[in-house]
């Protein structure tokens, strides 16, 4: 499992405002060359056009090495159950997901949706877990 094929959805948002999410970036940065992101996400899917932009824009803005983000392009089937690269070793179920590690251990894991955007969410999952 390589991650090395791009999702269009995770090209960071134009018009997001690094200073409205200083608190979200310092946190994302202070360990940018320590974890490791996962994100498993369809250009088909509307729920990651909606929310993995913000996501790009977060980690580009807290300069993570692009090496550290693993682009999952995921399909739909007719059941709706997902396939694609990781799927069945991460249990993904519902898209987008993102899977932070910290040296090849799971610290946090957003799915498919929350009260607070992507990278608030893992901000705050990777302060309590570290």
Not at 89 to 96: F, R, V, W
Not at 104 to 128: C, H, K, M, Q, S
Request: with cysteine.
């Amino acid at each position: 499992m390589s991650g090395s094929e791009r999702l269009e959805t995770m090209e960071p948002n134009p018009v997001w405002v690094k200073d409205a999410y200083a608190d979200t970036v310092d946190v994302l940065a202070k360990h940018r060359h320590d974890l490791d992101y996962h994100v498993w996400g369809g250009d088909w899917c509307k729920d990651c056009r909606a929310q993995l932009p913000d996501l790009g824009a977060a980690l580009e803005a807290a300069e993570v090495p692009a090496s550290r983000i693993h682009h999952y392009p995921t399909e739909k089937e007719d059941d709706g159950s997902k396939t694609g690269p990781g799927v069945e070793e991460y249990g993904i179920e519902y898209i987008p997901t993102v899977v932070v590690e910290h040296h090849g251990e799971e610290i946090a894991r957003f799915v498919e949706e929350e009260r607070v955007p992507i990278p608030v969410y893992l901000a705050d999952e990777i302060e309590t877990a570290l």
